[in-house]
């Protein structure tokens, strides 16, 4: 008995490591970028010595692909913790658009792009990156089906596309803000991204009148 309650704790105090060290990731992704982004900042950031984060992560790739995999996670919940605070099931519906890039404005969705970037250069990260995405990216879909049923809508009526569209789009528009922060070009391109998506939900609400 005395030894399976020192492996718990072994294994929480483990995981409580882990945990502080994915954060302290994100933050420096999103902060300092992929390349300022090592064992060493991580050390410093978080007092964790070496021997531990390497415990936890045994390569730069390791740590990159948990950090990706966390941040997809914490965008994901975020996105459905803003929703859920949205009554209206049509309302939901109508405001996904701005939910989402509040979400893109994120540490998490920021750390995300510097690993996606680097990915470019780096075949085995990106090889390591892909069933995570289409991981998430599936869980993301169904969360935009959820939320066009709740409205009263087909989980087929496109929702699931435009949403992959609308993903993109922010994404690029988050890159280009990370070059200048006050671009008007670029929050009228966010604008028009708005106004079209109020226009596709009008039209779908418009098929379904009892929506």
């Not at 996904?96 to 979400?103: C, F, H, I, Q, S």
Request: aromatic fraction near 4%; hydrophobic fraction near 50%; charge should be negative.
């Amino acid at each position: 008995m005395t030894d399976m309650i020192a492996e718990r704790a072994r294994v929480g105090r483990g995981e409580s490591t882990r945990l502080k060290l994915l954060e302290a990731l994100v933050a420096s992704l999103g902060k300092n970028g992929f390349a300022a982004t090592t064992v060493d900042a991580l050390m410093q950031a978080t007092g964790v010595s070496r021997g531990s984060v390497l415990h936890q992560f045994a390569t730069r790739n390791d740590l990159m692909v948990a950090a990706a995999d966390f941040a997809m996670a914490s965008m994901v919940t975020d996105t459905i913790t803003r929703v859920e605070q949205i009554e209206d099931p049509a309302q939901r519906l109508s405001r996904l658009a701005e939910v989402m890039w509040e979400v893109h404005c994120s540490q998490s969705a920021i750390a995300l792009t510097e690993v996606l970037l680097a990915s470019r250069w780096d075949r085995g990260l990106a090889q390591r990156l892909m069933p995570i995405a289409e991981r998430v990216e599936s869980e993301i879909d169904n969360i935009f089906h959820t939320i066009a049923q709740q409205a009263g809508l087909q989980a087929d009526c496109g929702i699931a596309a435009w949403g992959r569209l609308m993903i993109a789009a922010m994404r690029g528009l988050r890159i280009e803000l990370m070059l200048h922060s006050d671009r008007k070009m670029i929050v009228a391109a966010l604008d028009s991204l708005y106004q079209q998506h109020a226009r596709l939900v009008a039209g779908w609400l418009e098929t379904h009148p009892g929506a």
